[in-house]
């Protein structure tokens, strides 16, 4: 590579990180209007300087103009880069562009879907507070007082584009520069930085819980819950020593990278888990997400209360689909009951309820199916599992907390669902 050549791979590399910074500094002051315009337009005029930089050395990269043009027809297909393109050109011909917020409001109380509004303009209602005085009386029923939650989700468009979100449409424009500029690194045989070639921004349009509030049908008091999500990664050689100290085996982190199915996928997780519940006498909430039978994606999803796990499993749902995912599966404990000792529905109410380690699964191809054991504890420390029960495969019902995701997959089964409704002969929690 000649120095010419390295230093335009360095400027146009530094000039996409700091439209990153500023896609960063935007969402971070999301409910600040004046910051968030700031941010924003900088980054939006930050964005096309990646470009011109391009452009400005192009004499020291190969082919570069069939190369380039291929990209330039590409982004003229593209409606959000055509949105970007005059937007950058009336934030400096005309000033400011026309950015605009507004508000969506819905009631969650299931996984399955509830009344919800269209996009208002945020200015229709003074305070949020003032949207939940306006709920209709009619949806104050228990189950939704006790278990309720009213969302209020807030986003900012442009009126060049008012049908997407205006982060969500920059983090797309990010996506095909950094695509670009990997592509240049590639071509000039120069190392691509981890932070071009494995991150992208998260579309703020998607995840719910990053531009939202979340108020209790209860009282109207903020209630909220957060998770967070790292990539999986392969267990270096100290770590795979650790477990082994730890839990007297790794054989089943083996088994799950030659599984050939999905479900051998699951039984693989569901017998490390069972040496970790026995070991260390509970297990924390999981949830994997899987592209084929890679897992990919890691999430803690511990929740304090049933409210939480509707909206929990609804933006893991969008997650999925940002990360192009196409299976779950949830490993946790659970209350287990019959349905006759649990007349609420929920087997936290029974009185003689139980205890499971269970993993619940669901794929776009339309597989759902769930593993469970039964826990028994010791009489004298309820802290320590004493044995746990044989695998249960298969159980009748239907997991409706993955409805939020067979839905973004367009794999509802109709009739599997609406049975288990109707007939479901057992409930977890």
């Known amino acids: ?20 910074q500023l896609w960063d500094d935007a969402a971070a002051c999301y409910f600040e209007p004046d910051r968030f315009q700031l941010a924003l337009q900088n980054c939006i005029t930050v964005s096309r300087t990646v470009t011109f930089i391009l452009q400005s ?3 020291a990269i190969p082919n570069f103009v069939e190369w380039y043009a291929g990209y330039q027809h590409n982004w003229g297909n593209d409606p959000i880069m055509v949105w970007a393109k005059e937007a950058r050109n009336s934030i400096e011909k005309r000033g ?13 109380a299931s996984y399955l879907e509830g009344p919800e509004t269209n996009w208002v303009p945020q200015a229709l209602f003074a305070s949020p ?73 998260d579309p703020m349009g998607a995840l719910a819980m990053d531009r939202a509030l979340y108020l209790s049908m209860k009282d109207g008091s903020r209630r909220g819950f957060r998770y967070f999500k790292r990539l999986w990664t392969e267990p270096s050689l100290d770590e795979e020593r650790k477990i082994v100290r730890r839990y007297g085996t790794f054989a089943a982190f083996d088994r799950l990278k030659k599984a050939t199915t999905f479900r051998e996928a699951a039984e693989a997780l569901f017998d490390q888990a069972r040496v970790v519940m026995l070991r260390d006498g509970y297990h924390q909430s999981m949830t994997f997400l899987f592209k ?19 909206i929990l499993m609804r933006d893991l749902a969008s ?19 019959k349905l006759e000792d649990a007349p609420s529905g929920f ?12 993993l619940r699964a669901a794929n776009s191809l339309g597989e759902i199916f769930g593993l469970e054991a039964k826990i028994e504890r010791r ?23 993955y409805y939020p995701f067979q839905k973004m997959w367009g794999c509802v089964d109709e009739k599997r669902l609406q049975w288990a409704v109707d007939h479901s002969p057992a409930v977890t929690d």
């Open 347 to 358: 087997a936290v109410d029974a009185k003689n309820r139980g205890e499971a380690l269970t």
């Open 292 to 310: 084929g039978l890679n897992m990919f994606r890691l999430i803690p999803t511990d929740h304090p209360d049933r409210a939480s796990r509707y």
């Open 57 to 59: 050395n192009k004499a």
């Open 379 to 401: 009489r004298w420390n309820t802290k320590k599992v004493k044995r746990l029960g044989d695998v249960i495969r298969d159980r009748d019902g239907y997991p409706f907390m």
């Open 129 to 201: 507070h003032q949207i939940f005085a306006s709920v209709p009386r009619k949806y104050f029923v228990p189950h939704i007082v006790e278990n309720g939650t009213l969302l209020i989700e807030r986003r900012w468009v442009d009126s060049g584009l008012p049908d997407t979100e205006i982060l969500e449409a920059l983090s797309h424009v990010y996506g095909r520069f950094a695509d670009l500029v990997v592509d240049l690194l590639n071509r000039l045989a120069e190392p691509v930085p981890d932070l071009v070639a494995d991150t992208r921004p």
């Open 96 to 108: 400011d562009l026309e950015t605009h917020s507004q508000v969506r409001a819905a009631i969650i």
């Open 1 to 20: 590579m000649t120095t010419a050549q390295k230093t335009a791979a360095q400027a146009v590399v530094s000039r996409l990180l700091q439209m990153r």
């Open 319 to 337: 997650l999925a689909h940002i990360d192009g995912a196409d299976g779950v599966m949830m490993i946790g404990e659970s209350w287990t009951a």
